[in-house]
Structures are given as structure tokens and as C-alpha cells.
């Protein structure tokens, strides 16, 4: 079975730009979630969708949105670029929740 | 809020070697689970062992195991016989019982020397 899968694999963007990144998750599994991965620290959890309805946000500017499609993938947008923005972006999915969560390889998202 | 926290940003252990893997967390909760992810330079994030708190036995999975200590608030993590390939970000990440959205320390490199 395939895991979770992220795309695309890097980005560059620059200040005051758009971003849109995608997720999809393990066959069968229906919650996601959304983690911001900064160089040295450990991920932040920004945003939670199961059964395609928002369960959970962390402490994020309203820049960052995602949403969950009924086939159980979702996207990550963030608007209006900033430098601090640049991170590794990760996504996790897991069949219940709360259940163990298994992540994606990530999105490497830089702001110049 | 929930804080978690690894004391150790780096350790390095001879191959063969037993290392403990130290986590204390914060919350008022009382249903929530606790969990060790291992990140390797590739950077994909991998689950090593997860533990529910309403149970009182230990974790173990091969040579990793932890020792929860739910009134102190302690969660370490026990890897035995170190191998190579266990070189990577250890982070200890808190759960809670309702929700997918985990908390997760600062981690600690760990380094296993041939």
C-alpha cells in the first residue's frame, strides 16, 4: 500500500505570494493533518480534517486554510508569503481519531 | 495548553550500546496519548512506539520500549542494542483523547558511533 503521499516536493516562492500544497493520505484513512516542520525545531501542528470537517486548528494566522475533498486528500494554502513562512510542511493521516498518525515525506516550502 | 519537553538536543552512544531517551510533558488532561517518532536526514517522519495513558504498562516494541511515568509526567524512551541506523531526530509528541493534533518537544540528535 502506498503512504501518505505530499506534493510537490520543494517550492520557492516569494514574499506576498500564494501557495497551495497537497496531501493524500493513506487508502482508507480519514483524518488529516497539517504540521509546520522549522529547521531545528519540532512540527507544529496547524490544522486537523476528519470525515472533511475541520476538528482542530493550532495557533496559525488566518494566512493558512486547508480543506479536505471527499475522496479524503487535502490542501494546505497559505496566503500572502512571508519569510518566516519557509519551513518543511508536513502532512499526516490516520484511519480514526484520534489514532496514531502516519506522516508524509513533506513539502520544503521556501520564501525569498 | 500542552508543553512537551526533551532536555537533550544531542546524544551519542556506541553501536551495541542501551540509550535513554528522556520527555517530560504538561497538561491537565487526563485521556491523551503519548508517542516517539524518529526522523532520519531523509526527514520522513516514522512512529516508533505510541503509548495510551490509561494504561499502566509499559510500551515495547523490539528494542524500543519506554518508561511512562503518568504522575511525573515522564515519558523516556529505552533503545537497546543501538544499531547504525538508529542515528536520527527523536521527538516525543503528546496526543490528546479527542483529537488528532499532536504537541511535540524540540527533539534530540541522536548519534550511534561504529
Known amino acids: 500500500d502506498a503512504g501518505v503521499t505530499q506534493s510537490p516536493t520543494h517550492l520557492i516562492k516569494t514574499r506576498g505570494q500564494h501557495v497551495t500544497l497537497r496531501c493524500s493520505p493513506i487508502s482508507g484513512h480519514k483524518s488529516v493533518s497539517w504540521y509546520q516542520q522549522v529547521l531545528g525545531q519540532g512540527p507544529q501542528f496547524i490544522f486537523q480534517y476528519y470525515e472533511k470537517e475541520e476538528r482542530g486548528r493550532g495557533n496559525f494566522p488566518d494566512r493558512f486554510s486547508a480543506r479536505q475533498f471527499p475522496n479524503y486528500s487535502s490542501e494546505l494554502n497559505v496566503n500572502a508569503l512571508l519569510l518566516g513562512d519557509s519551513a518543511l510542511y508536513l502532512c499526516?493521516?490516520?484511519?480514526?481519531?484520534?489514532?496514531?498518525?502516519?506522516f508524509g515525506p513533506g513539502t520544503r516550502l521556501t520564501v525569498l | 495548553a500542552q508543553t512537551v519537553t526533551q532536555s537533550q538536543p544531542e546524544m551519542s552512544v556506541q553501536e551495541a550500546e542501551t540509550v535513554t531517551l528522556s520527555c517530560t510533558y504538561d497538561t491537565s488532561e487526563s485521556n491523551y496519548y503519548l508517542f516517539w517518532y524518529k526522523q532520519p536526514p531523509s526527514r520522513q517522519m516514522i512512529l516508533v512506539i505510541r503509548?495510551?495513558?490509561?494504561?499502566?504498562q509499559n510500551a515495547t516494541e523490539n528494542r524500543f520500549s519506554v518508561n511512562f511515568q503518568k504522575a511525573a509526567k515522564s515519558f523516556s524512551l529505552k533503545i537497546s542494542d543501538s544499531q547504525l541506523g538508529d542515528t536520527a531526530m527523536y521527538f516525543c509528541?503528546?496526543?490528546?483523547?479527542?483529537?488528532?493534533?499532536?504537541?511535540f518537544g524540540k527533539g534530540t540528535h541522536l548519534i550511534i558511533q561504529p
Open positions: 503509548q495510551e495513558a490509561y494504561k499502566q
Open positions: 499526516a493521516s490516520s484511519f480514526l481519531s484520534p489514532h496514531e498518525q502516519f
Open positions: 509528541a503528546f496526543g490528546p483523547g479527542n483529537a488528532d493534533g499532536l504537541t
